[in-house]
């Protein structure tokens, strides 16, 4: 492994711009190709076939990142992800990472015919130590696969809210979960990472072994380190629980957005309690629907911490609030999640005040209205994540992590903006108008003192300041880490995609 960074390290050396020598010196991505079809020949797709067509597609939640590699590689353990790695850095070809493909940003988990997608479909393993504390989850599941396999043993695990999302994404940028007010970031509930470093090397990080920085580094700071292909995740109890939606018209928005502030207001008093609140508005039918997902872990229920989105304060159009288990609401909203349709997000934060849940409202649906009513098809969310002082301080009493909330401002809204539209000939003007509804938004909670300064990397859009947010102390750290564990910068400059400490 020495021989080859050593070689791979003059390469780098040869040219100032290593990523654009690739394709103008080597080629870099056709020889990568070659050589992995002919090493691991049923695990690389060409273009033209099935399993090519598949990868950079299927997998994916928005159309406006399918991509078109030089070929796709599918490995099956973490020894093929370390040849290939090695392939691409002594070969200079750029490289894309890919888990489950939710990440809405084009570029960010694929990558055009100058270079190689990875895919982490076949990285399947999802085992439970024989005490049930933990849980090993090979970076190709996505989390509707983890609660499937967990719910026999009555066990769940702090993971995304919706079963399409993939593991390794989320747990990268942090990770809001249904049981975060009980735990943390779902990234604070991982043990051990095992990873491929840009050497070959496979190594595990844990909290207290050698690989301790790397680990901190992982709880929230993307792909800029290491190639992850096994989470070990700590399991929580509470796979039978109490989740539904209720949904609202028109008529009942003043009593909704109370019941959005009281919740985020305090919520937190009551930690097994969660909620969703998405406000969704149709420019072409004039037409603004309201809806709140509700998630009480337990079997008895706590009326009490929904009041507000219950009769008689509110009184639903439909509510399936009811104890089932988690996977089995997860399979059921997982039904209704469209794909290929083009997606967009952006994100927000804020301190929880009611005028501010007002002013981001009001001003989200009149921009939306205002900005796109001719684009086909055209939905807009916004949904208010509320974030507890109880979430932050598990974060920080396990250990701590990147993205280094302020405690002392807590609760806050953890906003993302959605935008969702079906022809590619609407994707500049659907952006120009998330960019200037972000700002507008932006520029009226600053003007009132409510906007927070974290912003949520797996919500955000393309240039939104994300590792900016962290504390800057962090962010120097996190760049240390990337530069001892990746001193080429491997990670950064062949795979190019994704949130890069390095950028920031
Ligand atoms: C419908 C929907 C619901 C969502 N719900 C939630 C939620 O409940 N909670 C929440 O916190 N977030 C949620 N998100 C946001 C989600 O966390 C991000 O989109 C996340 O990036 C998805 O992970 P993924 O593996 O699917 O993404 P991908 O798009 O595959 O990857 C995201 C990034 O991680 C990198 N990456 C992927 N695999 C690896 C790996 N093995 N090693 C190193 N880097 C890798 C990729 O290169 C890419 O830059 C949701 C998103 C959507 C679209």
């Not at 010196?25 to 273009?47: H, I, M």
């Not at 850095?89 to 888990?99: C, I, P, S, V, W």
């Not at 066990?155 to 593991?167: D, F, Y």
């Not at 009551?270 to 872990?297: C, R, S």
């Amino acid at each position: 492994m020495l021989l080859l960074a050593g070689v791979a390290a003059l390469l780098f050396a040869a040219s100032s711009n290593a990523a654009g020598a690739a394709r103008s010196l080597f080629g870099g991505e056709k020889v990568a190709c070659s050589k992995l079809k002919s090493r691991y020949p049923d695990n690389t797709f060409l273009p033209g076939t099935s399993g090519y067509v598949y990868e950079t597609q299927e997998p994916y939640w928005s159309a406006t990142v399918y991509s078109s590699p030089a070929c796709v590689f599918v490995p099956q353990n973490a020894q093929q992800v370390a040849y290939a790695v090695t392939t691409m850095t002594l070969t200079l070809a750029k490289f894309a990472m890919r888990g489950g493909g939710n990440m809405p940003i084009p570029g960010y988990n694929g990558i055009d015919s100058s270079g190689v997608l990875m895919s982490s479909s076949n990285l399947t393993t999802l085992s439970l130590s024989s005490d049930n504390s933990v849980v090993s989850v090979g970076s190709g599941n996505r989390w509707r696969d983890v609660y499937a396999y967990l719910k026999p043993s009555g066990l769940a695990a702090v993971g995304g809210r919706v079963g399409h999302v993939g593991v390794p994404g989320l747990l990268l940028g942090g990770g809001i979960s249904f049981y975060s007010s009980e735990y943390g970031f779902a990234s604070d509930n991982v043990l051990k990472y095992q990873c491929v470093l840009s050497s070959g090397l496979i190594v595990e990080a844990t909290a207290t072994n050698q690989y301790s920085d790397l680990f901190w580094a992982l709880r929230g700071g993307g792909n800029s380190f290491c190639i992850v292909t096994r989470f070990d995740l700590r399991p929580v109890e509470g796979s039978e629980v109490h989740v539904g939606i209720g949904q609202f018209d028109q008529s009942q928005a003043v009593g909704y957005l109370d019941g959005v502030y009281n919740f985020g207001k305090y919520g937190g008093s009551d930690p097994k309690a969660a909620i969703i609140p998405t406000i969704l508005t149709f420019p072409a039918a004039n037409l603004t629907v309201y809806a709140a997902a509700k998630f009480y872990n337990s079997l008895t229920d706590n009326a009490e911490v929904f009041e507000n989105f219950t009769p008689p304060k509110l009184v639903p159009v439909a509510d399936s609030y009811t104890l089932q288990p988690l996977s089995d609401y997860i399979s059921a909203t997982d039904a209704l999640q469209p794909l290929g349709l083009r997606q967009e997000f952006r994100t927000l934060s804020s301190v929880v005040d009611r005028e501010a849940v007002q002013l981001i409202h009001d001003t989200f649906i009149s921009n939306v209205n205002a900005e796109l009513p001719s684009v086909a098809n055209l939905q807009a969310s916004i949904t208010f994540q509320p974030v507890t002082a109880a979430f932050l301080l598990h974060s920080a009493a396990t250990g701590g992590n990147p993205q280094g909330v302020d405690v002392s401002r807590a609760p806050y809204f953890w906003m993302v903006e959605n935008f969702t539209w079906s022809s590619a000939n609407d994707d500049a003007k659907v952006r120009a108008a998330a960019d200037v509804i972000t700002a507008k938004i932006n520029g009226l909670l600053r003007a009132k003192v409510f906007s927070a300064k974290y912003l949520y990397m797996n919500d955000a859009g393309k240039g939104q300041p994300i590792f900016q947010s962290y504390p800057a102390a962090n962010l120097r750290r996190l760049k240390a880490i990337r530069t001892k564990y990746d001193p080429l910068g491997v990670y950064t400059k062949l795979m190019p995609g994704g949130w890069k400490v390095a950028d920031a």
